[in-house]
T-cell receptor
Framework: SQQGEEDPQALSIQEGENATMNCSYK?????LQWYRQNSGRGLVHLIL?????REKHSGRLRVTLDTSKKSSSLLITASRAADTASYFC???????????FGTGTRLTIIP | KAGVTQTPRYLIKTRGQQVTLSCSPI?????VSWYQQTPGQGLQFLFE???????NKGNFPGRFSGRQFSNSRSEMNVSTLELGDSALYLC??????????????FGPGTRLTVL
Protein backbone atom coordinates (compact mmCIF):
# COMPACT_ATOMS: atom_id res chain seq x y z
CA SER A 1 0.00 0.00 0.00
CA GLN A 2 1.19 3.51 -0.70
CA GLN A 3 0.66 6.14 1.91
CA GLY A 4 2.12 9.14 0.10
CA GLU A 5 1.23 10.93 -3.05
CA GLU A 6 3.78 13.21 -4.59
CA ASP A 7 2.91 16.24 -6.58
CA PRO A 8 3.74 16.95 -9.31
CA GLN A 9 4.40 13.57 -10.88
CA ALA A 10 6.97 15.17 -13.17
CA LEU A 11 8.78 18.49 -13.12
CA SER A 12 11.20 20.05 -15.61
CA ILE A 13 13.12 23.21 -14.76
CA GLN A 14 16.16 25.10 -15.97
CA GLU A 15 19.46 24.61 -14.22
CA GLY A 16 19.87 27.14 -11.45
CA GLU A 17 16.16 27.41 -10.69
CA ASN A 18 14.56 26.10 -7.53
CA ALA A 19 12.51 22.91 -7.53
CA THR A 20 9.65 22.26 -5.15
CA MET A 21 7.85 18.97 -4.79
CA ASN A 22 5.09 18.06 -2.39
CA CYS A 23 4.04 14.95 -0.56
CA SER A 24 0.71 14.22 1.06
CA TYR A 25 0.04 11.25 3.29
CA LYS A 26 -2.98 9.70 4.93
CA UNK A 27 -2.30 8.47 8.44
CA UNK A 28 -0.42 9.69 11.48
CA UNK A 29 3.33 9.47 11.21
CA UNK A 30 6.32 9.64 13.50
CA UNK A 31 8.72 10.75 10.79
CA LEU A 32 8.92 11.53 7.10
CA GLN A 33 11.95 10.95 4.91
CA TRP A 34 12.93 12.01 1.41
CA TYR A 35 14.93 9.79 -0.92
CA ARG A 36 16.40 10.24 -4.38
CA GLN A 37 16.62 7.54 -7.03
CA ASN A 38 18.63 7.77 -10.23
CA SER A 39 17.34 5.79 -13.21
CA GLY A 40 16.00 2.66 -11.50
CA ARG A 41 18.95 2.27 -9.19
CA GLY A 42 19.13 2.23 -5.42
CA LEU A 43 17.67 4.98 -3.30
CA VAL A 44 19.76 7.58 -1.54
CA HIS A 45 18.54 9.02 1.74
CA LEU A 46 18.33 12.82 1.66
CA ILE A 47 16.74 14.00 4.87
CA LEU A 48 14.55 12.87 7.76
CA UNK A 49 12.11 15.10 9.60
CA UNK A 50 10.36 13.97 12.75
CA UNK A 51 6.69 14.63 13.43
CA UNK A 52 7.50 17.24 16.06
CA UNK A 53 9.67 19.24 13.65
CA ARG A 54 8.35 21.78 11.16
CA GLU A 55 11.37 22.54 9.01
CA LYS A 56 14.78 21.08 8.34
CA HIS A 57 17.70 22.06 6.14
CA SER A 58 20.54 20.11 4.62
CA GLY A 59 22.78 21.89 2.15
CA ARG A 60 20.60 22.96 -0.78
CA LEU A 61 17.63 21.02 0.57
CA ARG A 62 14.84 22.40 2.67
CA VAL A 63 12.04 20.20 3.97
CA THR A 64 8.88 21.34 5.68
CA LEU A 65 6.30 19.24 7.46
CA ASP A 66 2.73 20.20 8.27
CA THR A 67 1.18 17.40 10.28
CA SER A 68 -2.19 19.18 10.47
CA LYS A 69 -2.42 19.05 6.66
CA LYS A 70 -0.58 15.73 6.45
CA SER A 71 1.81 17.16 3.93
CA SER A 72 5.48 17.84 3.36
CA SER A 73 7.46 19.73 0.78
CA LEU A 74 11.01 19.36 -0.50
CA LEU A 75 12.74 22.40 -1.93
CA ILE A 76 15.96 22.05 -3.88
CA THR A 77 17.63 25.40 -4.41
CA ALA A 78 19.99 26.34 -7.24
CA SER A 79 19.32 23.11 -9.11
CA ARG A 80 22.07 21.27 -10.99
CA ALA A 81 21.97 18.75 -13.80
CA ALA A 82 23.04 16.09 -11.28
CA ASP A 83 19.78 16.64 -9.40
CA THR A 84 17.91 14.94 -12.24
CA ALA A 85 16.31 11.94 -10.55
CA SER A 86 13.10 10.66 -9.02
CA TYR A 87 12.31 11.88 -5.53
CA PHE A 88 10.25 9.89 -3.07
CA CYS A 89 8.81 10.72 0.28
CA UNK A 90 8.51 7.89 2.77
CA UNK A 91 6.65 7.86 6.03
CA UNK A 92 7.35 5.99 9.19
CA UNK A 93 4.07 5.43 10.94
CA UNK A 94 2.80 3.39 13.79
CA UNK A 95 1.82 0.38 11.76
CA UNK A 96 3.64 -2.67 10.70
CA UNK A 97 5.66 -1.38 7.79
CA UNK A 98 9.20 -0.18 7.88
CA UNK A 99 8.61 2.73 5.52
CA UNK A 100 5.70 3.52 3.25
CA PHE A 101 6.79 5.23 0.05
CA GLY A 102 4.97 7.74 -2.07
CA THR A 103 4.55 7.60 -5.82
CA GLY A 104 7.53 9.83 -6.58
CA THR A 105 8.25 12.99 -8.54
CA ARG A 106 10.41 12.73 -11.63
CA LEU A 107 12.62 15.84 -11.70
CA THR A 108 14.49 16.83 -14.86
CA ILE A 109 17.01 19.66 -14.80
CA ILE A 110 17.58 21.20 -18.21
CA PRO A 111 21.16 22.44 -18.67
CA LYS B 1 32.77 1.68 4.68
CA ALA B 2 31.55 -0.40 1.81
CA GLY B 3 27.94 0.17 0.85
CA VAL B 4 25.09 -2.28 0.66
CA THR B 5 25.70 -4.93 -1.96
CA GLN B 6 23.12 -7.05 -3.69
CA THR B 7 23.65 -10.10 -5.85
CA PRO B 8 22.88 -10.87 -8.53
CA ARG B 9 22.18 -7.52 -10.18
CA TYR B 10 20.07 -9.03 -12.94
CA LEU B 11 18.13 -12.25 -13.11
CA ILE B 12 15.84 -13.86 -15.66
CA LYS B 13 13.59 -16.69 -14.59
CA THR B 14 10.52 -18.45 -15.94
CA ARG B 15 7.14 -18.82 -14.31
CA GLY B 16 7.00 -21.48 -11.64
CA GLN B 17 10.67 -21.33 -10.80
CA GLN B 18 12.05 -20.04 -7.55
CA VAL B 19 14.73 -17.44 -6.93
CA THR B 20 17.04 -16.40 -4.11
CA LEU B 21 18.41 -12.88 -3.82
CA SER B 22 21.22 -11.88 -1.52
CA CYS B 23 22.00 -8.70 0.38
CA SER B 24 25.11 -7.77 2.34
CA PRO B 25 24.50 -4.81 4.64
CA ILE B 26 26.92 -2.13 5.69
CA UNK B 27 29.28 -3.38 8.37
CA UNK B 28 27.76 -2.85 11.80
CA UNK B 29 24.20 -2.61 10.56
CA UNK B 30 21.89 -5.14 12.10
CA UNK B 31 18.65 -4.36 10.31
CA VAL B 32 17.96 -5.39 6.72
CA SER B 33 14.74 -4.49 4.93
CA TRP B 34 13.52 -5.62 1.55
CA TYR B 35 11.35 -3.67 -0.88
CA GLN B 36 9.78 -4.43 -4.23
CA GLN B 37 9.59 -1.69 -6.84
CA THR B 38 7.33 -1.94 -9.88
CA PRO B 39 6.00 0.73 -12.25
CA GLY B 40 2.43 -0.06 -11.25
CA GLN B 41 2.67 -0.45 -7.48
CA GLY B 42 5.72 1.68 -6.75
CA LEU B 43 7.90 0.86 -3.77
CA GLN B 44 6.41 -1.65 -1.38
CA PHE B 45 7.82 -3.00 1.85
CA LEU B 46 8.33 -6.76 1.95
CA PHE B 47 9.92 -7.51 5.32
CA GLU B 48 12.56 -6.47 7.79
CA UNK B 49 15.05 -8.59 9.69
CA UNK B 50 16.88 -7.58 12.82
CA UNK B 51 19.33 -9.84 14.61
CA UNK B 52 18.23 -12.87 12.57
CA UNK B 53 14.54 -12.37 13.41
CA UNK B 54 11.82 -11.10 11.16
CA UNK B 55 10.66 -7.98 12.92
CA ASN B 56 8.08 -6.74 10.44
CA LYS B 57 6.32 -7.96 7.36
CA GLY B 58 4.47 -6.23 4.56
CA ASN B 59 1.41 -7.41 2.74
CA PHE B 60 2.87 -10.02 0.40
CA PRO B 61 1.91 -13.67 -0.09
CA GLY B 62 3.77 -16.46 1.62
CA ARG B 63 5.70 -17.17 -1.59
CA PHE B 64 7.94 -14.34 -0.48
CA SER B 65 10.20 -15.28 2.38
CA GLY B 66 13.50 -14.24 3.80
CA ARG B 67 16.09 -14.89 6.40
CA GLN B 68 19.02 -13.22 8.04
CA PHE B 69 22.27 -14.80 9.07
CA SER B 70 24.41 -14.15 12.13
CA ASN B 71 26.65 -11.81 10.12
CA SER B 72 23.53 -9.76 9.22
CA ARG B 73 23.61 -10.82 5.58
CA SER B 74 20.13 -11.49 4.32
CA GLU B 75 18.49 -13.51 1.59
CA MET B 76 15.01 -13.34 0.20
CA ASN B 77 13.35 -16.15 -1.65
CA VAL B 78 10.43 -16.10 -4.03
CA SER B 79 8.90 -19.45 -4.86
CA THR B 80 6.59 -20.35 -7.74
CA LEU B 81 7.38 -17.20 -9.65
CA GLU B 82 4.60 -15.31 -11.40
CA LEU B 83 4.86 -12.77 -14.20
CA GLY B 84 3.84 -10.06 -11.74
CA ASP B 85 6.93 -10.73 -9.64
CA SER B 86 9.05 -8.98 -12.26
CA ALA B 87 10.44 -6.02 -10.39
CA LEU B 88 13.43 -4.28 -8.93
CA TYR B 89 14.10 -5.75 -5.50
CA LEU B 90 15.84 -3.37 -3.17
CA CYS B 91 17.57 -4.15 0.05
CA UNK B 92 18.28 -1.52 2.69
CA UNK B 93 20.32 -1.72 5.83
CA UNK B 94 20.31 0.39 8.95
CA UNK B 95 21.65 0.29 12.46
CA UNK B 96 18.26 -0.88 13.67
CA UNK B 97 18.24 1.12 16.88
CA UNK B 98 15.07 3.05 16.03
CA UNK B 99 12.47 0.92 14.35
CA UNK B 100 11.35 3.45 11.79
CA UNK B 101 13.53 6.52 12.11
CA UNK B 102 16.82 4.89 11.19
CA UNK B 103 18.44 6.20 8.06
CA UNK B 104 18.21 3.41 5.55
CA UNK B 105 21.02 2.77 3.10
CA PHE B 106 19.89 1.11 -0.08
CA GLY B 107 21.73 -1.28 -2.34
CA PRO B 108 21.64 -0.98 -6.15
CA GLY B 109 18.88 -3.57 -6.41
CA THR B 110 18.35 -6.85 -8.22
CA ARG B 111 16.26 -6.59 -11.36
CA LEU B 112 14.20 -9.76 -11.71
CA THR B 113 12.46 -10.57 -14.96
CA VAL B 114 9.99 -13.43 -15.02
CA LEU B 115 9.16 -14.84 -18.46
Amino acid sequence: SQQGEEDPQALSIQEGENATMNCSYKTSINNLQWYRQNSGRGLVHLILIRSNEREKHSGRLRVTLDTSKKSSSLLITASRAADTASYFCATGNFGNEKLTFGTGTRLTIIP
Amino acid sequence: KAGVTQTPRYLIKTRGQQVTLSCSPISGHRSVSWYQQTPGQGLQFLFEYFSETQRNKGNFPGRFSGRQFSNSRSEMNVSTLELGDSALYLCASSLGRDFQADTQYFGPGTRLTVL
